[in-house]
Nanobody, 126 residues
Framework: QVQLQESGGGSVQPGGSLRLACVAS????????MAWFRQAPGREREGLAS???????IYANSVKGRFTVSQDTAKNTLYLQMNNVHTGDAALYYC????????????????????WGQGTQVTVSS
């Protein structure tokens, strides 16, 4: 079955960097769309970045220019490189996957993904 396991979360200072990883199994990794989302307490789940076959990447305006999504097909792993982290980036970060393919905003909409990991927590403090 499809499994997604996030790692790499932790505490980071404002302006610092962090790299999240999502190890995937149970599906054809290079042929599915995958994406990163986050959810802070009291807020809706927010789409951040997607990586779909092509490859095609989509970024939310809130992270464009600071976060980079990438994929290592040899390791079946999706990454999220987070640079210049802000206090507002603190949240539980999830990766998600789906067999459907989108080249527009739907690639970072939670409702379009059927498979989710458990999340990894990112805390931002000085």
């Amino acid at each position: 079955q499809v499994q997604l396991q996030e790692s790499g979360g932790g505490s980071v200072q404002p302006g610092g960097s962090l790299r999240l990883a999502c190890v995937a199994s149970g599906f054809p990794f290079s042929r599915w769309c995958m994406a990163w989302f986050r959810q802070a307490p009291g807020r809706e789940r927010e789409g951040l970045a997607s990586f779909c076959p092509g490859p095609t990447t989509i970024y939310a305006n809130s992270v464009k220019g600071r976060f980079t999504v990438s994929q290592d097909t040899a390791k079946n792993t999706l990454y999220l490189q987070m640079n210049n982290v802000h206090t507002g980036d603190a949240a539980l970060y999830y990766c998600a996957a789906d067999a459907r393919y989108y080249v527009d905003y739907r690639a970072i909409v939670p409702e379009y993904y059927n498979y989710w990991g458990q999340g990894t927590q990112v805390t931002v403090s000085s």
